[in-house]
């Protein structure tokens, strides 16, 4: 076959180097398939170099095998100096290389071994041409020392007024709850002050009516006893204190 596939590769000269061809990749090495597109008019020894890229194995180091799109085994790629369109070749087929190198399965995948690039941060910090560069010259991000202290500062004084707020709200007062997007409802305080699930301040209610989403505990700490889908948090300004007698829903009246 090597000897009648240098003929056909010399005999058709240009002519296969103008088409291209569909070929499925696998390898000894590797459990992946490529699929990759390739001019016919390349040498086995051009495309050997080529497929060095898909999967890893030097080129002097290659068997390939080529199977049809049934994967019926059409034969060896051994002819260096032969055209791979010489070969059977056709959109489908599968080019299987063996590794003679003596690497052992799966080396190739194994990102592990590769040496890494590392670099001194204050090396990295001398670069022009670097993200670091970039954020620093428009100071941006955490190189923006006026916005990052401007930022600070508004939420110091959010949390003030958070507190100041919560602290007008007394425990067990009646209130009225105005969360935008939610219809008003009317609750009781069971909690003000600060909690283990987010920051700032937060008021526990129970509501007259199941419309809340625990029963006073949250994140496994219980902040007051309610019923459950009584409970609810709410920041400081939608809770409004005062004389918010429970409605009288006509459930009594009710058979």
């Known amino acids: 076959m090597k000897a009648a596939a240098a003929e056909a590769g010399a005999g058709l000269g240009l002519g296969l180097g103008a088409g291209s061809v569909s070929l499925s990749v ?19 020894a051009e495309f050997k170099c080529k497929l060095e890229l898909v999967v890893g194995s030097p080129a002097s180091c290659m068997d390939l095998e080529l199977y049809s799109a049934r994967e019926e085994l059409l034969g060896r790629l051994d002819c260096d100096e032969a055209l791979l369109g010489s070969y059977p070749v056709a959109d489908g087929c599968r080019v299987h290389v063996i590794d003679r190198s ?14 890494k690039y590392q670099i001194a941060d204050s090396d990295y910090d001398k670069r022009p041409e670097t993200l670091r560069s970039f954020l620093r010259q428009r100071q941006w991000g955490r190189y923006d020392a006026e916005g990052t202290q401007r930022r600070a500062a508004e939420q110091q004084q959010r949390q003030a007024q958070e507190a100041a707020m919560a602290a007008t709200i007394p425990l067990g007062a009646r209130c009225q709850v105005r969360v935008p997007g939610q219809p008003c409802k009317r609750a009781t305080v069971m909690y003000v002050g ?37 409970g609810a948090f709410v920041k400081p300004q939608s809770v409004t204190p005062g004389d918010f007698p429970e409605e009288d829903y006509g459930l009594e009246d009710e058979l």
């Open 194 to 230: 600060q909690t283990d699930f987010k920051p700032g301040y937060w008021v526990g209610v129970r509501y007259d009516e199941p419309l809340g989403k625990h029963d006073g505990s949250v994140g496994g700490r219980r902040y007051f006893e309610c019923q459950p889908k009584y």
């Open 26 to 44: 696998s390898s000894s090495l590797n459990s992946f398939r490529a699929l990759k597109r390739y001019s016919t008019g390349l040498t086995i």
């Open 102 to 115: 003596g690497a052992r399965i799966g080396e190739y995948e194994d990102v592990s071994q590769v040496e």
